[in-house]
């Protein structure tokens, strides 16, 4: 499974996520006019140029230029979570059985995204976080069973049961 972050993974992206959020308006013949889709609105050129620098994986051209930095996906194997460039540059991972818990946290200006990060702890300390997942619980869900199912294999295989 791959993801790829929002526009929530970055602090100006939670900036402005925090600012679409307000709901201070009025309605106009039943259609809400808030602060929020006024802001929304205003910064369409500003998250258009956001949005491409987090999918475009080169600079000036998608296969030839300069690598960028910002481009990169979150991808779930058989054996761990994987922080990539689009093009196979691996950044960071965690194996599937160095964590026991996965929880979701929602910064400010991630709620209007419905995205979150993922923390992947191993007792109490921190082994892994991935920024701005897109419907977090989904892909935490995914990651839980991978890791669940990798376990159990590994389990079996000091057993004796498995080859």
Not at 13 to 31: K, S, T
Not at 88 to 105: N, Q
Request: proline residues 6%; glycine residues 10%; contains cysteine.
């Amino acid at each position: 499974m791959t993801v790829w972050p929002s526009l929530s993974a970055t602090g100006f992206g939670r900036f402005w996520g925090r600012l679409f959020a307000i709901e201070a308006g009025f309605r106009l013949f039943g259609v809400p006019i808030t602060v929020g889709r006024i802001m929304a609105l205003v910064s369409i050129p500003f998250m258009l140029a956001l949005y491409f620098l987090m999918r475009l994986p080169r600079f000036p051209g998608i296969v030839i230029g300069f690598a960028n930095p910002f481009c990169r996906t979150y991808r779930l194997t058989n054996r761990r979570v994987v922080v990539e460039n689009p093009f196979g540059g691996e950044l960071k991972a965690v194996t599937l059985d160095r964590f026991d818990s996965i929880e979701v946290v929602v910064e400010p200006g991630q709620v209007w995204y419905k995205a979150g990060d993922l923390v992947f702890r191993q007792g109490a300390t921190e082994t892994f976080r991935i920024w701005g997942v897109p419907r977090p619980e989904t892909f935490r869900q995914t990651c839980w069973k991978a890791h669940m199912s990798y376990i159990g294999v590994q389990k079996a295989k000091a057993a004796g049961v498995a080859v």
